[in-house]
């Protein structure tokens, strides 16, 4: 990839809510965009193209309550280099250490976007692969840790064969002694594949990758050896620098965002897991639903799955799915929530129906198949 940018891209604006006194935020603001640019005394440069082009600016301060400011700061998209881990760090990297400073928002110019990409599949391309006509997708994921992957497949079938769309690998799983990726991913895979035979469903399996830039990329390669046509990874572990390389890499694979780590960042998640997931490449983000294990607000989560889902620059968009402590009962009130653009993940809840577990599976499948019915 090349790190030019088109040379009429010349700025992006970056939104930050700041915690400071009213006679102090002009200071504070000034200061990141010294910090987030050149990182020096702009007195000490004498360069004008530094000053000119490269130089954060301070475009806008207005008071959003007493003590909370939103600071939008100019930032130059020739910095970046088209990395994505650059992205971040011009847009947060040493002010991130200021605890009183939220990274809100980012404008990203169009034609900066569209050299990130974007999902491989998006939504459109999800539904195909699984056979979904226009309904919401089904999600569920296989726990425990410890568990060897014989008894990983076993779970994997029982859940297939109630016609989920995805069963994923909990984030957790690796290459670890007691299920190591190679025996989990082919144990699972042909387990999905004989329920599929027998129930004539399309449900994917999505394994974990994780390591480095080359153990993730020989395990995608190892997945696709096995047909497996989806994968889960957590971009704030792996790096979003080696993320997007994975996905440009693998055009034909959809990659699943887990949120892992995300929580650490002080960003907001609409910007972090709805926006630069997707701009990165992530065809579903995963993110904690409100009412689960998580604090998370409706208001949070329907802006990320707006941020995930709305038209931009071109890219597809991304599937947005809530979970974290989702039961079946709730599955009419999160898709009247979020609407049919949607792939709820039922877990731990699922995998608690033991002896049921592959009719507990295929309510699930009904609920969301019929829900949309006579409602157009």
């Known amino acids: 990839m090349t790190a030019e940018i088109d040379k009429t891209v010349q700025r992006m604006a ?3 809510r700041v915690r400071s006194d009213a006679g102090a935020i002009e200071g504070r603001a000034q200061a990141i965009a010294v910090e987030q640019s050149v990182e020096m005394p702009l007195s000490a440069i004498s360069e004008s193209y530094v000053l000119r082009e490269i130089a954060g600016e301070v475009q806008g301060i ?10 939008r700061i100019g930032l130059s ?20 250490l200021q605890e009183e400073v939220t990274l809100y928002d980012v404008e990203i110019p169009d034609r900066l976007a569209g050299h990130f990409g974007g999902p491989n599949l998006g939504i459109a391309g999800l539904r195909k692969a699984c056979g979904a006509g226009d309904r919401a997708l089904t999600c569920t994921a296989l726990k425990p840790q410890g568990l060897p992957p014989e008894e990983l497949a076993a779970l994997a079938f029982r859940l297939a064969a109630g016609g989920l769309d995805f069963i994923k690998d909990d984030h957790g799983l690796a290459d670890q002694a007691y299920s190591p990726f190679a025996k989990r991913v082919r144990a699972c895979a042909e387990a999905v594949r004989r329920a599929n035979d027998k129930t004539g469903s399309q449900t994917r399996y999505v394994p974990n ?7 993730a990329a020989t395990q995608i390669q190892l997945a696709m050896g096995e047909g497996i046509d989806a994968v889960l990874a957590e971009p704030m572990i792996l790096g979003l620098s080696n993320f997007h390389r994975l996905v440009r890499d693998f055009p034909s694979v959809a990659f699943f965002a887990h949120p892992a780590m995300a929580g650490a960042a002080r960003i907001a998640p609409p910007l972090l897991l709805g926006k630069l997931f997707r701009l990165f490449g992530a065809d579903v983000t995963v993110y904690p639903n409100y009412g689960g294990r998580f604090s998370y607000t409706p208001e949070t989560c329907k802006a990320i799955a707006d941020e995930a889902r709305l038209p931009w620059a071109g890219i597809k968009p991304c599937m947005p799915s809530p979970a974290g402590g989702m039961t079946l009962e709730r599955v009419p009130e999160l898709l009247d929530f979020y609407g049919p653009d949607t792939m709820l993940l039922i877990g731990g ?7 049921r577990l592959t ?6 499948a009904a609920r969301v198949a019929r829900h949309f019915e006579g409602k157009a």
């Open 14 to 16: 970056a939104i930050y």
């Open 62 to 71: 207005a008071e959003l309550a007493p003590g909370l400011f939103e600071v």
């Open 77 to 96: 998209a020739a910095s970046l280099g088209l990395d994505a881990g650059q992205l971040l760090n011009m847009l947060f990297g040493n002010t991130s």
């Open 209 to 215: 990758i994780s390591g480095d830039l080359g153990q």
């Open 349 to 355: 809840s699922l995998l608690s129906a033991t002896d």
């Open 359 to 364: 009719e507990e599976a295929a309510a699930f």
